[in-house]
Each structure stands twice: as C-alpha cells, then as structure tokens.
T-cell receptor
Framework: GENVEQHPSTLSVQEGDSAVIKCTYS??????FPWYKQELGKRPQLIID?????GEKKDQRIAVTLNKTAKHFSLHITETQPEDSAVYFC?????????????FGRGTSLIVHP | DVKVTQSSRYLVKRTGEKVFLECVQD?????MFWYRQDPGLGLRLIYF???????EKGDIPEGYSVSREKKERFSLILESASTNQTSMYLC???????????FGQGTRLTVV
C-alpha cells in the first residue's frame, strides 16, 4: 500500500518567518494530495490540496508544491502567525476498490512564537 | 455545512467489553472511514467503506470490525476491548472520487 513520510515532526518558528513541511510518498498512482490542519482539541480540516496534473497551488499565505517525478510535495506557509500553531498532516490518495483512500503522514507540530 | 457526528466525545470502558463507536454524516457521501490517532503515529486507517454493506480493511484492522447498514452511518466495533486500544478515534467521510475528507470531532476511548 501507499506509504507517506512527513518531516519534520516538530517545527518551531518566530512570528513572521516562513515554515516548510515536506512529504514523500511511495505509490506513483497517487494523484490527490491534501493538507489538513488540526488545532488543539479540534478535528482535522482541509487547508489546501493539489492534484497530480498541477505543480503548484497557492491560497493567500499558504502554498503547496508537487514533484511527481521525485514523489514529494511540500506545504509552505509565509508570514506565520500564532494562530498557525497546530498539527499539520499531509496525505496521498490512491485508488482502492473504486474509491480513493487517503494515507496520512505522521504529522508536524508547528509552533509559532509571538 | 457538512456534518460528521460521532456519538461520544469521551468513553471509558473495561477490558473485555464490546464497544460500539457510531458515526453519522449528512452529506450523502459514499466513502466513510475510521482512523485511529496516536501521538507521533498520525492518522492510521482501521477500516473504510465505499458503499452500504461494503467494507475494506485498512492498515490496522486487527481487533476491530465495522458495520454500514445505512449510507449515512458507519459503526466501529471493538469486539473485546483491550488497553492497547486506548486512543483517539476519528471518523471521516468523502465523496467517492478524490475529494476532501470531512472529519468528526473524535472519540477519546480509554480502556481500563
């Protein structure tokens, strides 16, 4: 099955700095790559996603890049703010039984210091 | 607004008990999932279902079973709870093709 590696496990930055989280995946058939943010005590929620026919996608301060050849994708957050502090999960979706099943990375705990 | 609702926020059960975790979604999603979340291990898939009465094993199905009798409801069953099943359980749902997964609020299960 699919295997997703996510790094780093913890990332500490100062407010206003940029943060980058990287993921690699193993199954070249994966074609949908979402990122979820989970604030303390809350459910994971989608913040951005990218499909395999696109190399980069941006939404205000967050962006995701995808390199299908190397099988890695990254989340970039610019001008970080304390409210960006959360656990971020990447995922890669591969087809199984006619449906697409996301496999998640282990998560990155982002801490933004004011 | 999509709603995925899990029946309990917190549960405490005894070793050997049969435990039912219920999940209901209101968006007519075909796919439903049960994940287990443990610190440092991320979200690990226990079972998923892509249609009523259909189920597929995920990465860690041992000790669990599931039931999907209606499209909107997906139940996770711990046949005989053990202490190593103490964890946060998250239900999610999505449309069949590659789309966003919507999560429930989670059930923190403690087995004593």
């Amino acid at each position: 099955g699919e295997n997703v590696e996510q790094h780093p496990s913890t990332l500490s930055v100062q407010e206003g700095d940029s943060a980058v989280i990287k993921c690699t995946y193993s199954d070249s058939a994966s074609n949908y790559f979402p990122w979820y943010k989970q604030e303390l005590g809350k459910r994971p929620q989608l913040i951005i996603d990218i499909r395999s026919n696109v190399g980069e996608k941006k939404d205000q301060r967050i962006a995701v890049t995808l390199n299908k050849t190397a099988k890695h994708f990254s989340l970039h957050i610019t001008e970080t703010q304390p409210e960006d502090s959360a656990v971020y999960f990447c995922a890669a979706s591969v087809a199984s039984g006619g449906s697409y099943i996301p496999t998640f990375g282990r998560g990155t705990s982002l801490i933004v210091h004011p | 607004d999509v709603k995925v609702t899990q029946s309990s926020r917190y549960l405490v059960k005894r070793t050997g008990e049969k435990v039912f975790l219920e999940c209901v979604q209101d968006m007519d999603h075909e796919n439903m999932f049960w994940y287990r979340q443990d610190p440092g291990l991320g979200l690990r898939l226990i079972y998923f279902s892509y249609d009523v009465k259909m189920k597929e094993k995920g990465d860690i199905p041992e000790g669990y079973s599931v039931s999907r009798e209606k499209k909107e409801r997906f139940s996770l069953i711990l046949e005989s709870a053990s202490t190593n099943q103490t964890s946060m359980y998250l239900c999610a749902s999505s449309y069949r093709l590659n789309t966003e997964a919507f999560f429930g609020q989670g059930t923190r299960l403690t087995v004593v």
